[in-house]
């Protein structure tokens, strides 16, 4: 298929930006169905508050529990479900590696 530039309009700024032919080739091969909504700049803008929410908009909370596999005092990044088991790292990975029924 023969992809020539297009110019689209940022849903962001409002400016034109071009849709090249390499990128449309790029995106056919990917399958990605939907054009580009926004021009490099905003698309980067975005990308960075993005980036922010995720890793400074909300603090990852670390709660204590004992592992049900050995008693052992540890801390896990959710808070636990009640009557749900609760691993250390060490019995978490084991059991990963033994399969969800332990050894």
């Known amino acids: ?5 297009r110019t689209l309009q940022c849903v962001d700024c409002g400016s ?3 849709w090249t032919a390499g990128e449309q080739a790029f995106y056919a091969d ?15 803008k975005r990308g960075q ?3 922010r929410g995720a890793s400074g908009g909300r603090e990852r909370s670390e709660t204590r529990a004992t592992c049900s596999a050995c008693g052992k005092e540890t801390t896990v990044p959710f808070k636990p479900s009640q ?3 609760v691993f250390c ?10 399969g969800p029924h332990g050894a």
């Open 1 to 5: 298929m023969d992809f020539q530039d």
């Open 16 to 18: 034109d930006f071009v």
């Open 30 to 44: 990917k399958h990605f169905t939907n054009e580009p909504k926004r021009c490099k700049a905003c698309k980067a």
């Open 49 to 51: 508050r993005q980036e």
């Open 83 to 85: 009557g749900r088991p």
């Open 89 to 98: 790292r060490e019995c978490f990975q084991q059991r990963k590696a033994h």
